[in-house]
Structures are given as structure tokens and as C-alpha cells.
């Protein structure tokens, strides 16, 4: 790529980044919309989840909103999520509702609601993974955990 | 998935036919829309799998957005796998052609002319999402 007065606008390699769980074995990648790149205060991460794990167990809100994709790893079928999600929400931090995800889906979390535990509970084939998207609008990532919650096995 | 009070923070399947007939399978797509976060979003993501010019026309418009491209092989999504090239340029004149091979995201932001869009070669398919701020896109 040759030298550009327009090279501003184009990040190579998506700022690869050490992923946070060691079942995830490739890099993650993410998009930080910075100062320097369009200063919206949002980031979007995209992984490959080619084996079962709890992602994040405890139960936690935000105060900035969120957007959690899933979609299917073959590429001639995205919408086939090619293995099952669960994904807790509740609106109170005490009446949890589990949402079992099988196509591929968009959950709003909206500032406020709390969710998780987020669990791959199963992968059909780990050539076929589950992608996952994770984008969030603030330049400071921070939980809050919820303190009425129980543990869920 | 029925009568959780939750349930209007799901929403399951949000797929369409893809704009290109290079472009074989169903596009998942979400937007931000009133009753979705309001934040005024829209997002699909899609994989090519053959060379092909998605976009031939420098265009700009009127909102920002991002143009991310990663290799959908699951061992290694940094090296795309193949070649892409991708026009900018400030003032519609100077036209600046980008030759991009591992991961990379393109920031246009409003008014910045971008394409045309090639995808030159592809040896393994490539994951491409577009992530724009407005409910209606429009090109000038």
C-alpha cells in the first residue's frame, strides 16, 4: 500500500488484539472507532467460536448500550448458526430469563439490562464455528456486576 | 422463544437476499431502528467466495461508515486470503487506489468519494461487513 494522504482512513489488519478466553484460539479482531478514526465511541470485536465454553458467567449490566451477534461460520449459510447459545437477560437483575439461540441473532442490550451468562453451549463442527459480534458504544468498557444475582449453573 | 419480557432485546434470523449475484448466500443485517436501540445503525456482513467489482462508481455520502474485510478462515482471520482493491479520494480528482491482503477496516466518513470496490482475487472466502450511521443510505 503505497504512502497516502488518505491512509487515515484504513487500518490494516483490524487491530489485532490477544483475545480475553483461551478457548478462543484465533486472533480476535476488533474496530475501535477513536479520535483518529471517525470518533463515534464504539468498538466491534468478531471472533470464531469453534468449541463449547461459558464466555462470561456473572451476570452484569452497563451503562452504555450493546449489540451481540451470532451468526453461522459457513460461508454459504450465515444464517445457520451451526450450534446453540444461551444467553440470559432481565430487566431487574432478579427475574432471569434464559434465551436459548439456535439461528443466527441480534440481541440489543440496551444501557441498564442486565445478561449474561453468555454460553456456546454447543458447536456442531468446529470447521463451521459460530461468529460472534460484539459491539459497544463507549470508549470505556466497564461492568457492573449484579449483586442480587445467583449463580447459574 | 415466546413470552419472556425480554424477548424485544432478541431478534432471531434478521437475514436478506444479498445485492450481488456473486454473493450466493443469505445476508444477516441488523438495524438500529426505533424499537431495536434507536442509535441509528445499520449493519450486514457477508462472504465473497469469487473475484468480482462489487461497487464500480466513486461515490460519497452524507453519513460515516466502516467497511471491514477479514479472512473467514477460522484459523487465520488476519490474512484475507486474497487481494482487494478499494479507491478513496478527498475531492472526487485525486483518485487513491488501496491495495488491501490481511484484515482491515476503511473509515469513510461523510463526503470522502470511495470506489471503486474490487475484489481482485480470492483464494479462500472473505468476510466482509459494512457498518454505516443512518436509517436511509443513499449515494451521490
Known amino acids: 500500500m503505497p504512502k497516502s494522504n488518505l491512509g487515515k482512513y484504513i487500518r490494516k489488519t483490524a487491530s489485532t488484539k490477544e483475545g480475553h478466553h483461551k478457548e478462543v484460539s484465533t486472533p480476535r479482531l476488533t474496530l475501535t472507532s477513536d479520535k483518529a478514526f471517525g470518533n ?70 440496551p444501557a441498564g439490562l442486565y445478561h449474561c451468562p453468555l454460553n456456546f453451549k454447543k458447536i456442531n463442527d468446529p470447521k463451521k464455528p459460530i461468529i460472534f459480534m460484539n459491539l459497544y458504544f463507549t470508549s470505556n468498557y466497564k461492568k457492573i456486576p449484579n449483586k442480587s444475582a445467583k449463580k447459574e449453573k | 422463544m415466546a413470552a419472556l419480557k425480554t424477548a424485544k432485546y432478541v431478534r432471531e434470523a434478521p437475514a436478506r437476499k444479498p445485492n450481488h449475484k456473486e454473493v450466493t448466500t443469505m445476508v444477516p443485517t441488523i438495524t438500529s431502528d426505533e424499537s431495536f436501540g434507536n442509535l441509528g445503525f445499520h449493519m450486514y456482513w457477508q462472504t465473497i467466495k469469487v473475484p468480482f467489482t462489487m461497487a464500480s462508481e466513486p461515490h460519497r455520502h452524507d453519513f460515516p461508515q466502516y467497511l471491514t474485510f477479514s479472512s473467514f478462515d477460522v484459523d487465520d482471520l488476519v490474512n484475507l486470503g486474497g487481494v482487494i482493491e478499494i479507491t478513496l479520494s478527498e475531492d472526487g480528482k485525486m483518485m487513491e487506489k488501496h491495495t488491501i491482503t490481511k484484515a482491515t477496516t476503511i473509515y469513510v466518513p461523510a463526503g470522502l468519494y470511495h470506489n471503486p470496490l474490487v475484489f481482485k482475487k480470492v483464494t479462500k472466502p472473505i468476510l466482509m461487513m459494512d457498518l454505516y450511521f443512518s436509517s436511509k443510505y443513499e449515494r451521490k
Open chain 1, 40 to 109: 463515534r465511541e464504539f468498538s466491534l470485536g468478531w471472533q470464531a467460536i469453534t468449541r463449547p465454553f461459558v464466555m462470561v458467567a456473572e451476570n452484569h449490566s452497563h451503562d452504555f448500550d450493546q449489540f451481540l451477534f451470532f451468526s453461522g461460520g459457513e460461508g454459504t449459510n450465515m444464517p445457520d448458526l451451526g450450534g446453540v447459545v444461551e444467553l440470559t437477560l432481565s430487566k431487574d437483575g432478579k427475574k432471569l430469563e434464559k434465551f436459548t439461540i439456535t439461528e443466527s441473532t441480534c440481541v440489543f442490550v
